[in-house]
């Protein structure tokens, strides 16, 4: 479900890398970007979320389908160094799916993620295991990802006198000959959407744990990850136990 693509205006990605740049940021920072409709920021950003060079790539991997934008969850990115990720933010660079929803029926409707990099990057590589890619994604650099089934992690340094920005754009794939704001696609859309915003606040209480809830709560979202990225594993441990029992 890989794409790869370039946006071509490399100066509308840089007015969004100088709106989010803070130098003593340590932690991840996410902005929600409708939250932010009355900056003047506002229009870059729709001018990218809705540009032809981020459709144009979807739609050649996934022709026969409607491509609409979800803009609900649609946030600018200040990212964490891998190599500095603590807590909560360590389930953001380690591999991982972005949802736990690829077990439940989609109806061939696909929530999609486009990772879009705003600045220069020299020093961190995403990862697409199963896919085989390996890339430092620089500027206007951008790979697209099924939400709940591509499997990817961060790894590298950001240096100290650097940053990172990134935008994270959502996408729904909708069959050609589905109707209009069917059952399933609003159920794919509804689950996707309220599940990115949940995890986000759980995730910004626990980034940088300062007390004994914050880093339960860190230390629980590290374990569901791992849970969820190995489920497969457990299943077949779970059936070979099962198998052992009825033969003995």
């Keep these: 479900?890989?794409?790869?693509?370039?946006?071509?205006?490399?100066?509308?990605?840089?007015?969004?890398?100088?709106?989010?740049?803070?130098d003593n940021n340590l932690i991840s920072k996410h902005i929600w970007v409708e939250d932010i409709k009355n900056n003047d920021i506002y229009n870059i950003l729709n001018k990218v979320r809705y540009s032809n060079d981020i459709y144009d790539v979807i739609k050649e991997k996934f022709t026969n389908h409607k491509i609409k934008n979800v803009i609900d969850c649609d946030e600018i990115y200040y990212a964490v160094s891998p190599k500095d990720a603590n807590g909560s933010d360590r389930s953001l660079v380690d591999c991982h799916y972005d949802a736990p929803f690829s077990i439940l029926p989609n109806f061939n409707v696909i929530f999609y993620r486009v990772?879009?990099?705003?600045?220069?990057?020299?020093?961190?590589?995403?990862?697409?295991?199963?896919?085989?890619?390996?890339?430092?994604?620089?500027?206007?650099?951008?790979?697209?990802?099924?939400?709940?089934?591509?499997y990817h992690c961060v790894e590298g340094e950001i240096p100290k006198d650097k940053n990172r920005i990134l935008l994270k754009l959502h996408y729904i794939i909708v069959p050609n000959d589905y109707g209009e704001n069917t059952i399933s696609e609003n159920y794919v859309k509804f689950i996707n959407v309220k599940w990115t915003h949940l995890s986000r606040n759980f995730m910004r209480m626990s980034s940088n744990p300062k007390n004994i809830l914050e880093y339960i709560m860190g230390l629980s979202v590290n374990i569901c990850?791992?849970?969820?990225?190995?489920?497969?594993?457990?299943?077949?441990?779970?059936?070979?136990?099962?198998?052992?029992?009825?033969?003995h």
Aim: aromatic fraction near 12%; charge should be negative; hydrophobic fraction near 45%.
């Design 1 to 22: 479900m890989i794409t790869t693509g370039k946006y071509k205006n490399s100066e509308d990605l840089s007015n969004i890398t100088n709106y989010m740049i803070n």
């Design 225 to 247: 990850r791992f849970f969820y990225n190995n489920i497969s594993l457990f299943i077949i441990l779970l059936l070979i136990i099962i198998l052992f029992k009825l033969i």
């Design 115 to 150: 990772i879009l990099a705003c600045n220069e990057n020299k020093d961190v590589t995403t990862i697409f295991p199963n896919a085989d890619i390996k890339v430092k994604m620089d500027t206007c650099d951008f790979h697209g990802l099924d939400y709940n089934k591509d």
